[in-house]
């Protein structure tokens, strides 16, 4: 019989079972819990697992290497890994896939779109995208350079929005994303800061822990969203950011 992903990381660690990996135990513990469940409940149990890390690191804080609140969060990510596809697709330049008209758009229709934004939250604020955001999502060169790096077809989910990091201190707490964004798709629109610039995504990598990524402006960071834990270190005060987000799901759905 094939082993899948998780009974093999599992088997791989049987002689672990002391007090020296206890991110491990937790993933073990939530694993045992997640397989009990229907799938309404594993949805709910996703998402209360979501608010834990959420409450965990306010204003995307990240706790120390060692503590209950750090192994918390590493044994999340490990049990989100082995639920759902995890980690960093790509953070490359776009100039080579010829889609800068819709990146200038992209800015054109953000700052429209800026007016109408939600302030519900209280970390940053979104909108959703527009018919300029639909077109970047439905590029056939994105969509071609998505699926060679994935090696499985794609679609845009119909959910896209701008991010804009423009509050004092803006930020967000980690978290993992829903569905619409299985895959998240992001290039960053606009970023500018007069005295330091101090905000960068945070990929919560389930075996390395929190790594710093920087979207430089020409590039284009696609990420396993719903199977990783991330969020966006505070801005600086005089730091601002404007975010194009564009969720993809795969074609094919596993039942
Ligand atoms: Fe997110």
Redesign the pocket.
């Known amino acids: 019989m094939m082993m899948n992903r998780k009974d093999w990381y599992l088997s791989n660690q049987s002689g672990n079972d002391d007090n020296s990996n206890v991110p491990l135990q937790l993933c073990k513990i939530y694993l045992s819990k997640y397989k009990e469940l229907d799938n309404k409940g594993k949805l709910e149990f996703k998402t209360y697992l979501n608010t834990v890390v959420s409450e965990l690191t306010p204003s995307c804080k990240i706790p120390k290497v060692g503590t209950t609140s750090y192994n918390n969060i590493q044994g999340i990510a490990l049990f989100f890994s082995m639920v759902a596809k995890s980690g960093l697709i790509f953070n490359d330049s776009y100039r080579s896939l010829n889609i800068k008209q819709h990146f200038n758009d992209c800015i054109d229709e953000s700052a429209i779109m800026r007016s109408s934004r939600s302030d519900r939250n209280e970390t940053f604020r979104s909108t959703y995208g527009g018919e300029a955001s639909l077109n970047f999502s439905s590029n056939a060169n994105l969509q071609k350079e998505l699926e060679d790096k994935l090696g499985f077809e794609v679609i845009n989910s119909g959910h896209n929005s701008y991010l804009y990091y423009d509050k004092e201190c803006s930020s967000?707490n980690m978290?993992?994303?829903r569905k619409e964004?299985e895959i998240?798709v992001l290039v960053k629109l606009s970023h500018t800061f007069k005295n330091g610039q101090r905000s960068k995504l945070i990929l919560w990598d389930s075996n390395l822990g929190p790594i710093e990524n920087e979207i430089p402006i020409g590039n284009v960071l696609a990420f396993h969203?719903n199977g990783t834990i991330?969020g966006r270190l505070e801005c600086a005060d005089d730091e601002k950011i404007t975010l194009l987000s564009m969720g993809f799901v795969p074609k094919q759905i596993d039942l």
């Open positions: 967000i978290h993992v994303d964004y998240n969203a991330h």
